[in-house]
Structure formats: C-alpha cells, structure tokens
C-alpha cells in the first residue's frame, strides 16, 4: 500500500520528480524567452519545487514549522501562479485574482502558526486544502473558456486541475469529520498518496503546458513579421485589429450601418504538432491564413484574434447575407486544409456576431463570434454558429 512506504522516502521521490519536471520548464521559459502565460506557469511550477523541497524539510525535521508555514502558502501560491497563467492565456486580467491568491497564502501561512500549538504537524492543513480546492478549481475552468476552451489540449490540463480541486476537497471533508489519525484518512488522504498523485498530476501538466506554449510560440515569430503580414496579407495583428474595430463600430453606429464579426477559429493544432511536428502545424497555420484571405468578403478587415482565430469585420445588408459569407470562409478554409498530405485534418469553427443582435459594443462583437465558433467545434447542425443573443 501507499500509506505504507516511508514518508521521507515518498518526500524525496516526490521532490526529485517535481524539481526535474519543473526544471525543464524553468529552463525552456529562459530560453524561449517567454510569454507571460509562460512566464507565470514558469513560477507556478517554481513554487511546486519549493513546495516539495519544504515538505521535504518538514518530513526530515518535524519540529521544523517554519518549513510547514513556508511549504503551505508555497502550494496554494504555486497552484495559483498556474491560474493566472491560464487568465493569461486567455487574455484577461489579472489585478483582483493576484489579490486573491496573495490573501489565500498569507491566511494559510497565520492559520499554520496558530494552529501549531494543538494541531502539530497538521497545523494550517484545513485553510490549505480549502484555499487549493478553490484555486485549482478556478484553474480549472479558466481552462474551458476562451483561447484554452477552443484547444483540446488544454482541457488535459483543465482535468489536472479538476482532479486536484476534487481530491481535495474529500481530503479537507475527510481531515475535518475523521481527523489525520484516522486509517481510512492515512490510507487515501495520508501525505504518502498526495505524494504520489502530485508525481502524476505534474508530469501531465508539465506535458501539456509545454505544449500549448509551443503553440504561442508559432504565433509570436507570425507577429514579428507584422508590418510585412499587414501588407501582404491584409491580416493585422490582433491590437491593430481592435483599434480598427473600434473606429468601424464608432462609424457605423453613427451612420446606421450593420456590420458583422465573422470568427474563424482552428481546433487540434496542439494535437498536430504533437503528432506530426511543428513543420506540419506551421504549414496548416499558413494554409489555412491564405484561405482566409481568399475567401474574405470584399472590403472586409481582419486580423489575429488569439493564438488560433481569425476574425473579419464586414458590412452586414441580412443575416442571411453574413451567414453565407461564413459559410464561404468555413468551405475555403475546410478545402484548403483538406489538401494537406500526412496532417490530421484540424476541426474547423465559424462563428457570427451581428450588431443588430449584439450591439456595437466592439470586445462584445468579438467575444461572441469567438464563442460561437468554439460552438462550431462540437455542433452536430453546422460549423457555422450565428448568434441569436447577445450572449452568443
């Protein structure tokens, strides 16, 4: 059993799994110059070392609380540098959770000395537990929605933090109704076990934040190329897209005019480059780019929204006439990646957001065409999502 091995040992196995894992990420993130997405997972799993190092510590010294205070708020601290990392991604802010997560640690880190006193080695486990289980749930849906919601992968890591969130919320109801001494709490909530399921939930986040940071990568060398691409291509950069957006809807509210934002969103491109190379993630991405351009309405602006949408800003005479226009970019797009040889064939989502149901509010327009074509991923109707309501 578990709970049967040595606590030291299962301390150092755990600890040598976590600084490995975590290290190679830390080093990546220095030399890939990261993101600030990959920047903050790159803390989160910094503190995931620390953490192991603490319990470490605590588990060859008892009397060491210095090492259970520190190694408490270093685990909700790392569990929630991972969720910021996920609003990161996402592109939302992140002032009032940073607040949060400081707050969680420094309750744990007093709860731990004042519970010294009668709980011992346990002291500061029942706010830890709580505060994890409300940050690692918050990671965890932070996972399926926006840019992470449209990627497969992600949600591997929206599992791992489920996961997390779930286990210990028996473990904090366990500790609470039957106490650490408890056999059944030592043979399925005991140090021991959490050891091991930490060994497993990091290497899988490890994976898959690696994974998703290529991704991002790929679309930080596209943008160093912008000035050319906004030529050449047409398409703009998402912060030119924005300020276009902006100026468009201003206009047509004004005028009376209708417009329509057009999403266009890959899904499956993590999976590509995991199983076929980034050669053959970067030839979709081109691919799949120029069909966009072809097929763009006359007139129409577009631009980067996110690592893998495209949307478009057109004039909007129907619904209907907006729903054939998607349908002419979902068809360009589906063909285009269709042809490429020994590439799984990236699901293709179309989204519509129209300013007669939406408004002209601009971060509305886009951010309901970008649900909708998420919809369009997993719609058994159609790929092509027109919103109904202003909530997509």
Not at 38 to 43: E, T
Not at 229 to 241: F, H, N
Request: glycine share 10%; net charge negative.
């Amino acid at each position: 059993m578990l709970a049967e091995l040595d606590l030291v040992t299962s301390a150092v196995m755990t600890a040598l799994v976590v600084f490995v894992a975590g290290t190679v990420f830390l080093l990546e993130t220095v030399l890939r110059r990261d993101e600030a997405a990959g920047r903050a997972w790159a803390l989160g799993f910094l503190g995931a070392i620390l953490t192991s190092l603490l319990y470490l510590a605590w588990a060859a010294d008892p009397t060491a609380l210095w090492a259970v205070v520190a190694g408490n708020s270093a685990f909700v601290a790392g569990t929630g540098a991972m969720w910021i990392g996920c609003r990161l991604y996402n592109g939302r802010r992140n002032g009032t959770a940073v607040g949060v997560i400081a707050a969680l640690s420094a309750v744990t880190a007093v709860a731990t000395v004042l519970e010294q006193p009668s709980l011992d080695d346990w002291a500061g486990a029942a706010w830890t537990f709580a505060a994890l289980v409300f940050v690692a749930g918050a990671a965890g849906i932070e996972c399926f929605r926006g840019s992470l919601g449209g990627m497969r992968t992600a949600w591997v890591l929206g599992a791992v933090f489920g996961i997390e969130a779930v286990y210990f919320s028996f473990r904090l109801v366990a500790f609470l109704l039957l106490g650490p001494d408890d056999p059944f709490f030592q043979t399925w909530f005991g140090s021991v076990v959490v050891g091991m399921l930490t060994v497993l939930l990091m290497i899988v986040a490890v994976v898959v934040t690696s994974v998703l940071r290529a991704g991002r990568a790929e679309l930080r060398h596209q943008r160093a190329l912008a000035g050319a691409e906004d030529v050449v291509t047409g398409i703009l950069t998402e912060k030119r897209l924005r300020a276009a957006l902006d100026s468009l809807t201003t206009t047509a509210e004004a005028r009376g005019v209708a417009l329509a934002v057009i999403e266009v969103r890959l899904d499956d491109l993590a999976h590509i480059a995991t199983a076929f190379g980034e050669d053959a993630r970067r030839e979709a991405i081109v691919v799949w780019r120029e069909a966009v351009r072809s097929h763009a309405p006359l007139f129409s602006v577009m631009g980067e929204d996110g690592e893998d949408g495209i949307a478009l800003v057109t004039t909007a005479s129907s619904p209907s006439t907006a729903r054939r226009e998607a349908m002419t970019l979902y068809r360009g797009s589906f063909d285009a990646l269709g042809q490429l040889s020994g590439v799984g064939l990236p699901v293709v989502g179309v989204g519509v957001a129209l300013t007669e149901v939406v408004g002209y509010e601009p971060e509305a327009l886009l951010r309901v065409a970008r649900t909708s074509a998420v919809s369009g991923f997993s719609s058994a109707d159609s790929a092509v999502v027109v919103a109904r309501t202003a909530d997509g």
